[in-house]
């Protein structure tokens, strides 16, 4: 076998292993939403099929009703709610730390710095408790407090990512721009923030997907289904003592993706710069 046909048979090796592994990563997600448009009580049955041997759009109406006259537009609102004003606060505190940590210099400087990367180590199972019983004394249960205000105290990873991506940028930018007669807030919005934009942009993805899909947080701190994000919302249509809706779960669960999907595939760009920092360029 001559040079040419290795070449073909790697190449078309490559393309099916990750076709393999394409189909085998989409498959749960194309079942559920084949699984939102069949009768409720022959979801299980024909589990084999993706395709509805009949097909019932009404499952998205009934979904949409949501539970006690609460419709499914407020859960989305709620999550909405959360979601942008949590992503707002996690972003601007996350990038004011990194700016301090990676170009203000003050004493203690590292030490501060690995507290902060040890926070990351620490599973949410050993802070939920303590997080639980200050949140209770400040009487902010059955709030959005809980979820909302430590984002608005930085998030670990997203500062880290900044901090690193603001490391690329030359310090002789800073030593110019003081030249010119800027201070450290000048240089920060003047300077950095614009060139650290996709790495901010990559954390608001970050922030977004984490916060939309969180459930252990709603169902900790409330307890009011007015209350409920889309996350903890689904939950509701599992009842053991009755029968379970599994058609309308099915069809709010694919609705429920589609904030994610639309969000990721508009600024997915700023993933990749984020990562390269060809936004440096």
């Known amino acids: 076998m001559d040079g040419k046909w290795q070449k073909r048979l790697k190449k078309f090796s490559q393309h099916f292993i990750i076709i393999v592994l394409i189909v085998i990563m989409l498959y749960p997600l194309v079942w559920m939403i084949g699984s939102s448009f069949k009768e409720s009580s022959k979801i299980f049955v024909e589990a084999h099929s993706i395709i509805p041997s009949s097909w019932h759009p009404e499952n998205y109406i009934e979904g949409w009703k949501g539970f006690g006259g609460i419709s499914f537009f407020t859960f989305f609102k709620n999550s909405f709610f959360i979601v942008i004003v949590t992503t707002i606060g996690s972003i601007i505190s996350s990038t004011f730390i990194a700016y301090g940590l ?12 690995a507290m902060m990367m040890m926070t990351m180590m620490l599973p949410f199972e050993m802070v939920m408790i303590p997080q639980y019983i200050m949140f209770n004394n400040f009487d902010m249960i059955n709030t959005y407090w809980p979820l909302i205000l430590p984002n608005f105290f930085g998030v670990p990873f997203f500062i880290f990512l900044i901090m690193q991506f603001i490391r690329t940028i ?3 930018l800073d030593e110019a721009a003081k030249m010119d007669g800027c201070n450290t807030f000048s ?4 300077i950095i923030v614009p060139l650290v934009t996709p790495a901010m942009m990559t954390a608001a993805i970050f922030s977004f997907y984490w916060s939309w899909s969180d459930f252990m947080g709603p169902l900790i701190y409330i307890s009011k289904p007015e209350l409920y994000p889309v996350s903890v919302a689904l939950k509701l249509f599992s009842d053991p003592d009755n029968l379970t809706n599994w058609g309308a779960m099915f069809a709010m669960s694919t609705l429920s993706l589609v904030p994610v999907f639309i969000v990721f595939f508009i600024f997915q760009r700023y993933i990749v710069e984020g990562i390269s920092t060809s936004g440096l360029k």
């Open 102 to 113: 990676a170009r203000v210099k003050f004493r203690g400087k590292k030490f501060w710095f």
């Open 170 to 172: 030359p310090i002789e």
């Open 187 to 190: 240089i920060f919005f003047r």
